[in-house]
């Protein structure tokens, strides 16, 4: 049983605690846009599956079927042990080496991108992980793990990860030595050259301890979060690609036939001489590291935050109602579209740009919940007072919009 579904009530329960809590103690660690970004994400990464086909299913149930060394009874307590244990030391090796090599940074840098941190950092999720991650669990399959157990751990797994997601916890004595917790997970999260890559483990920390990636937060080391490439973007698209958008660019620009395929299997932060000398990528400074935060016209967060409660709430619909592929994938475009044109807003783009892109949104948006819907009345009239909603926004957002600033005079 996918457990992550029933635990999203908790997980907002959480975040406004989170938020509240920082509010009262003078160390609120949540802004707006940045947290909109990382939950446009973890709704993209749940909707993923109304689009995707993934093999892995496939592949499990062959391995599970003709290959596995036993048949483990998933009635005996010990095979959940087993199997709870066993996933953790697969997960640990899938989130090293999606740190270690760039065709699996590309799918994990997501989760790494905000410069918060925060429980909605937790939520900040993938859509793209899908495509190799599911090698790494094959060890499961082939020890007999049953199908229903390995969900249910798989679940379990991420679940526990969810809560060290803040800053509000310190270190918790001996049980640092055994399992992950806030302190040594905000060390994964930082870019610190003494803390980059390191960490790995999503319940145990032994694993770290084990193979030598574990770094202990330190109290003259302050965290700070984010990766080395920032993208200075809420766009989820481009949080989703830009890795493998820069390495099909530098596989396509070397000049050499190995390099344009080591490119998709070297370590994180290779590139071929060439590209590199005409292209050279410069790291920031973290002495002088300023979050991406830009200012907006007011009204905007209240508007960013409107639209993750749609996005949410068809997300709810999605899940609970039975959709014909093909309305999953029109309704999964519907949360693209919706995402990325909040994003130009969080991002203080053009307000007549802004506008635009809107508007061309509920005219695209507008037939395609009408069609998806089809049928049931509930839905198409929350759809109707949405898209009534947004059209009613739009000048509300345009007057307030800061006026462009004069321009110098000419000498």
Known sequence: MDLVVYAVPLFIAAMLVELAWG????????????????????TLSQARRFVTLGVGGLVYHWVGETLAIARLDAGHWGTWVFAFVLYDFCYYWLHRLGHERTILWAA?????????????????????????????YLPLFFAGVPAEVFVTVGSLNLIYQFWVHTQHVGKLGWYEWIFVTPSN????????????????????????????????????????????????????????THIYIDMVRDSWRAERWG?????????????????????????????????????????????????????????????????GYAQGVVLWAVMIATTVT??????????????????????????????????????????????????????WLWRRAPLPAPAAPTP
């Open 108 to 136: 994990h840098v997501a989760h790494h991108q905000s410069e918060d941190y925060n429980l909605s950092t937790a939520l900040r999720q993938t859509s793209t992980g899908f495509l190799l991650g599911w090698i790494f």
């Open 342 to 395: 909040t994003a130009f807003w969080l991002q203080a783009m053009a307000p007549h740009r802004a506008v635009g892109w809107d508007a061309l949104r509920l005219l695209a948006v507008a037939p395609a919940l009408a069609w998806a819907g089809a049928g049931s009345l509930p839905f198409l009239a929350a759809a109707a007072a949405y898209l009534a909603a947004n059209a009613l926004a739009l000048p």
């Open 259 to 323: 390099d344009k395929l080591r490119v998709w299997v070297a370590r994180t932060g290779w590139r071929p001489a060439d590209v590199e000398a005409a292209d050279p990528r410069s790291k920031p400074d973290l002495a002088r590291f300023e979050r991406y935060d830009p200012a907006v016209a007011a009204g905007v967060p209240a508007y960013a935050l409107c639209q993750l409660v749609a996005v949410v709430l068809l997300l709810a619909y999605m899940q609970w109602t039975t959709l």
């Open 185 to 240: 997970h905000r060390v994964h999260h930082a870019q610190n050259d003494r803390y980059v890559d390191r960490n790995y483990g999503g319940v145990f920390i032994l694993w770290d301890r084990l193979f030598g990636t574990f770094q202990e937060e330190l109290d003259d080391e302050p965290c700070i979060y984010g990766i080395r490439g920032p993208i200075h973007s809420f766009n989820p698209v481009k949080a989703l």
């Open 23 to 42: 509010l009262r103690a003078g160390r609120n660690t949540y802004r707006v846009n940045d947290a909109v970004g990382s939950l446009f994400l973890g």
